[in-house]
């Protein structure tokens, strides 16, 4: 009982009301009590008080003349009184002079001797002694006894306050219903309300207003508090939810730096590798060379090894620079219309010799009619070269190769399918990202940069192309897919094929070569004079300029990095003497980003060569004989 009353706001409410009641009725019935019993005692002794006085009055003269009968007759009277049950006179002396008895108290006593003036109670009789008092004598005293009804009374007023008190407290009890509805059950409500927002966590919930009062204003702070309360919650929500992406975001941040700089270490590693072994052959087939004694064959053979090897750090350098070009965002094509078969048929010759190094079978399949795109055609060769290289250098000697192009659905579909080594479930979806090898072993026989299907990828997406991996698994083989967006008619004008070489001509040259490193000027001055052709060499730009004049070149290969004066600022100097004005300039740089291209053209430069130079270009560039813009 005590338990519910504790949890019920209600119930404590109706206990306050109706315990206050009961205490103010009980107090009130008390202090109404008290003062009506002194009140009946008061009046009823004031009243035998003058009845005494009265009898005392008519019974003086009886006591004079000693007339017992007209004291009894006075006596007699108070049968008027049926509440007195007695009464009698007294002479001075204290002698018994007459009486009188009521109904049914006939066998009451009278005290031997009169008291003093004065009133005594016992139980339910009160009793009053009046002395009769004449010229200041005493002739005698008047003895009342009457009954005292107080227990009567007291039962009629308990009566009457259970009574009162019983319609108070259902009075009470109906005020405190209508109280637990005015004001315990919009706050029960409440109650309710936060219960349910405290398990459910739902801050929507709102308690209905039912009054404008006090307790309305109530339930409208409550229903504020649950909005901002809910508010501030999801904010909360919200930020934790952020701040738990952006740990996810840190963390995936943090282990692709661990995996990215673990890359990095293995790719530098692997770079040392290439670069080496390509440098061993060349240095043995230069020490081949040396040997005066060494027949014709073997110095043929030395130099077709350092000729491929020469090549294979070329292309590792290309790839290096293509890399920076991916993560700085400045890798770029330059479209225009041409043929898909020229392109596939110049990447299969670039890496035809490897191929057939690794004794690989190479089946092809292309269509019979030309197929038009909007291609760079020197980055898809390359791209095609990659994917090509990928596969012979990942396949065991005398494996199968499969390069297979058709049309589909408006694009052009490339295939290339080997029966290699394959690529692990694990590194399939990794492979087209930087620096990432389908074999870290040391056991591998081909190693590369794992720079090549990064570059493919980019170069292919800048067509507007796609490029998927698939493989089985290890020693499953893998297949490379490449569509591109193919062109819906023919170019106007035949294009040249991708590395084609010009035809030949025996025409003489002046040659200016200006380049601070003297074995690359003096090998290129050697190449350039094997041709038949006049060169000037100088190390450094302001030579250049002071030597163009007299020497009339008309072309000029410049290195960009001169002393004294940089290839650039060279170039605008030679535009602007007369002897040099229609100069064919050539930059021949290690600097071969596109910014430097642009500088290139900027500064007055026909053509952009990067070192190292293949004598191939060279000569396609002298057998031109013409600017460029």
């Not at 009162?164 to 109650?191: N, R, Y």
């Not at 081949?288 to 060494?294: K, M, T, V």
């Not at 110049?346 to 190094?357: K, L, M, R, V």
């Not at 292919?460 to 591109?484: C, M, N, P, Q």
Request: charged letters at 25%; hydrophobic letters at 45%.
């Amino acid at each position: 009982m005590m338990l519910s009353i504790r949890r019920s706001i209600s119930r404590k409410l109706m206990v306050v009301v109706l315990t206050t009641t009961f205490m103010a009725l009980m107090v009130s019935a008390i202090a109404m009590l008290a003062y009506d019993i002194r009140t009946y005692q008061a009046s009823w002794v004031a009243d035998l008080r003058t009845q005494a006085d009265l009898v005392a009055r008519g019974s003086a003269p009886a006591l004079n003349f000693d007339d017992r009968k007209a004291a009894r007759e006075n006596l007699e009277l108070l049968k008027a009184r049926p509440a007195i049950m007695a009464a009698a006179l007294y002479r001075g002396d204290g002698e018994l002079f007459a009486a009188y008895r009521g109904v049914g108290s006939e066998s009451l006593d009278f005290p031997e001797k009169p008291h003093d003036s004065g009133f005594h109670i016992e139980r339910d009789t009160i009793s009053v002694f009046h002395r009769i008092v004449e010229n200041r004598e005493v002739v005698g005293t008047v003895y009342i006894r009457a009954r005292y009804e107080l227990l009567e009374r007291l039962k009629s007023y308990i009566a009457i306050l259970f009574t009162v008190m019983a319609v108070s407290l259902i009075t009470a009890a109906m005020i405190s219903t209508w109280m637990q509805a005015a004001f315990t059950k919009p706050i029960l409500a409440v109650t309710k309300v936060a219960r349910e927002v405290m398990q459910r966590r739902d801050f929507s919930l709102r308690v209905e207003k039912a009054t404008e009062d006090e307790i309305g204003v109530l339930v409208d702070a409550f229903n504020d508090m649950l909005n901002e309360v809910g508010r501030r919650a999801t904010e909360l929500e919200e930020s934790n939810r952020i701040l738990e992406h952006e740990m996810m975001e840190r963390r995936g941040a943090e282990q692709a730096l661990l995996i990215a700089d673990r890359r990095k270490d293995e790719f530098l590693a692997t770079l040392a590798h290439e670069l080496r072994n390509p440098l061993a052959p060349l240095v043995n087939g230069l020490a081949i060379l040396r040997l005066g004694g060494a027949n014709p064959a073997t110095s043929q053979k030395a130099r077709e090894i350092m000729e491929r090897q020469l090549n294979q750090m070329v292309r590792l350098v290309d790839d290096l620079l293509d890399v920076s070009r991916i993560t700085t965002g400045k890798l770029a094509i330059k479209r225009s219309r041409v043929a898909l078969q020229p392109i596939v048929q110049n990447a299969i010759e670039s890496i035809g010799p490897f191929i057939e190094q690794r004794k690989h079978r190479l089946s092809i399949h292309m269509p019979e009619r030309p197929v038009f795109l909007d291609a760079d055609a020197m980055r898809l060769s390359q791209v095609f070269s990659n994917l090509l290289n990928n596969s012979a250098k990942y396949t065991n000697p005398g494996g199968n190769i499969g390069f297979s192009t058709y049309v589909e659905q408006g694009q052009i579909v490339i295939k290339v399918v080997d029966d290699g080594i394959g690529i692990p479930s694990q590194i399939l979806p990794d492979i087209f990202k930087m620096f990432t090898q389908a074999d870290y072993s040391l056991e591998r026989v081909n190693a590369g940069l794992g720079v090549g299907l990064t570059l493919a990828k980019r170069l292919i997406e800048l067509h507007g192309g796609t490029i998927e991996a698939h493989s089985e698994g290890v020693d499953r083989g893998s297949t490379f897919i490449v569509r591109l967006p193919a062109a819906s008619d023919e170019p106007q004008n035949d294009g040249e094929k991708p590395g084609g070489d010009a035809a030949g001509t025996n025409e003489r040259y002046r040659i200016l070569l200006a380049d601070d490193n003297v074995d690359f000027a003096t090998s290129l001055a050697t190449l350039l004079r094997a041709m038949d052709h006049e060169v000037l060499i100088t190390h450094n730009g302001l030579d250049a300029l002071a030597a163009a004049p007299g020497f009339d070149p008309e072309f000029a290969f410049l290195d960009i990095g001169l002393p004294g004066l940089n290839g650039y600022a060279l170039a605008r100097r030679l535009r602007d003497l007369p002897a040099t004005h229609d100069c064919v300039l050539v930059a021949v740089t290690g600097w071969g980003q596109e910014k430097d291209r642009q500088l290139a053209q900027q500064a007055g430069f026909d053509h952009h060569m990067v070192k190292p130079v293949e004598p191939g270009k060279i000569q396609a560039i002298l057998q031109k004989a013409w600017r460029v813009a």
